[in-house]
T-cell receptor
């Protein structure tokens, strides 16, 4: 079974460009979570999605960031007009059920975004 | 704001010793607790989950949960240099926060050969 797949693994963008990060959940998982980890910092929740629905985006910055999980294809985290402070590791996790049902979440390898 | 607290370390133990990692959480309604291991530059890897009070053992790892004290711990027996990593405690929230898996900042463990 393939695990959670994220691509690209490394992404370099100039200030003002757009970054698109992709995440395909584990087979059989329909719940996707995006986290951001700044250097020497903990993992911070950004957004929780199910197919075609954003369930909780309380951790997402109000501007420039958006996420989707279409009926077909991977989940996408989109960052518009990137700034240096967006440089971080972005991790995607997936689970077979929602978090209130004693469920385990598994992480992808992450995308390391560097803004120059 | 639901919080998960861990000692940041670093925690250094000699090879073969027991490493003890601790975590407290603020959301009294939380029911699901996890330990992840993260090597430098890598992604978090799930190593233990625990849902009931008491101990849960898996190989050299034992997770302990005390919901009354809002406390979770991880014991690593016969520590090996390959156990050197940052250990993250994670808690599913309850109620409206149940969509969020909240992480502590992690405890950095160093096993000295």
């Amino acid at each position: 079974n393939a695990g959670v797949m994220q691509n690209p693994r490394h992404l370099v963008r100039r200030r003002g460009q757009e970054a698109r990060l992709r995440c395909s959940p584990m087979k059989g998982h329909s719940h996707v979570y995006w986290y951001r980890q700044l250097p020497e910092e903990g993992l911070k929740f950004m957004v929780y999605l199910q197919k075609e629905n954003i369930i909780d985006e309380s951790g997402m910055p109000k501007e420039r960031f958006s996420a989707e999980f279409p009926k077909e294809g991977p989940s996408i985290l989109r960052i518009q007009q990137v700034v240096r402070g967006d440089s971080a590791a972005y991790f995607c996790a997936s689970s077979p059920r929602g978090g209130d049902l004693n469920t385990e979440a598994f992480f992808g390898q992450g995308t390391r975004l560097t803004v120059v | 704001q639901k919080e998960v607290e861990q000692n940041s370390g670093p925690l250094s133990v000699p090879e073969g010793a027991i490493a003890s990692l601790n975590c407290t959480y603020s959301d009294r309604g939380s029911q699901s607790f996890f330990w992840y291991r993260q090597y430098s530059g890598k992604s978090p890897e799930l190593i233990m989950s625990i849902y009931s009070n008491g101990d849960k053992e898996d190989g050299r790892f034992t997770a302990q949960l005390n919901k009354a004290s809002q406390y979770v711990s991880l014991l690593i027996r016969d520590s090996q240099p390959s156990d050197s990593a940052t250990y993250l405690c994670a808690v599913w929230g309850s109620g409206a926060g149940s969509y969020q898996l909240t992480f502590g900042k992690g405890t950095k463990l160093s096993v000295i050969p």
